[in-house]
């Protein structure tokens, strides 16, 4: 058995010691999502636990969490601070990121009317 491993329910109280409110829903997205690391469900038990790692990966991700909704945002953070994070996923989020930056500028310079002037303002 992996003593140091931790369930769902586990991650939870860690994250209320530190003033964070988190559902096992919200731990599913993040896992889907390639947030968290994946877990194992060993046989003959129902709960899925989780490496030791994903102590410290969770609470990166609810304080990036505080500073961001974007879930690409963050995934992006957490590759950058070095957590394994799976290069298609940092990929996929960082191609998200750039095409919403570039819309927003497209969307901003539209409305300018000269180029020059809105990059000076």
Do not use: C, N
Not at 3 to 16: E, K, R, S, T, Y
Not at 29 to 50: F, T
Not at 100 to 119: K, N
């Amino acid at each position: 058995m992996r003593d140091d491993w931790i369930d769902a329910a586990g991650l939870i109280a860690l994250a209320a010691e530190h003033g964070y409110k988190v559902s096992a829903r919200s731990l599913e997205l993040w896992r889907y999502r390639g947030l968290l690391p994946r877990g194992e469900q060993p046989s003959g038990r129902a709960a899925w636990l989780y490496p030791p790692v994903s102590k410290s990966q969770l609470l990166r991700l609810l304080h990036w969490r505080e500073k961001t909704r974007s879930l690409d945002l963050i995934l992006i953070v957490l590759w950058i601070e070095g957590f394994k994070i799976d290069i298609a996923d940092a990929r996929a989020s960082l191609r998200a990121f750039v095409d919403a930056w570039e819309r927003e500028m497209t969307r901003e310079l539209d409305g300018a009317g000269d180029v020059s002037t809105a990059i000076e303002v």
